[in-house]
């Protein structure tokens, strides 16, 4: 399908659990499910910015997510 990155399948949830993203019961018919979470990674691999959220139904405004960009692209060009 032509993508260039990796993608993860954790039936398990134990990348979800080692980063403490587990929403226990948080879905369907009280099933466990992954936090929404958002990140914003530099090219070293540090997190410069994350959203988390306690409920499924809830993620970061595409306008929090270009804030935040931008405010670590200034405070790197300083």
């Known amino acids: 399908m032509g993508f260039t990155y990796p ?3 954790d039936a398990n949830a134990e990348v979800i ?3 403490d993203l587990l929403h226990v ?17 530099d ?3 540090t997190v410069r910015w994350m959203n988390l959220t ?4 809830v993620r970061a405004r595409p306008e929090q997510v270009l804030k935040a ?3 670590i692209n200034a405070s790197a060009a300083r």
């Open 17 to 19: 659990r080692r980063y």
């Open 7 to 9: 993608f993860l399948s």
């Open 54 to 57: 306690e409920s499924a139904a």
């Open 25 to 41: 019961g948080g879905g369907p018919r009280q099933s466990d499910i992954a936090r929404p979470a958002e990140f914003l990674v």
């Open 69 to 71: 960009f931008d405010e």
């Open 43 to 45: 090219p070293n691999g």
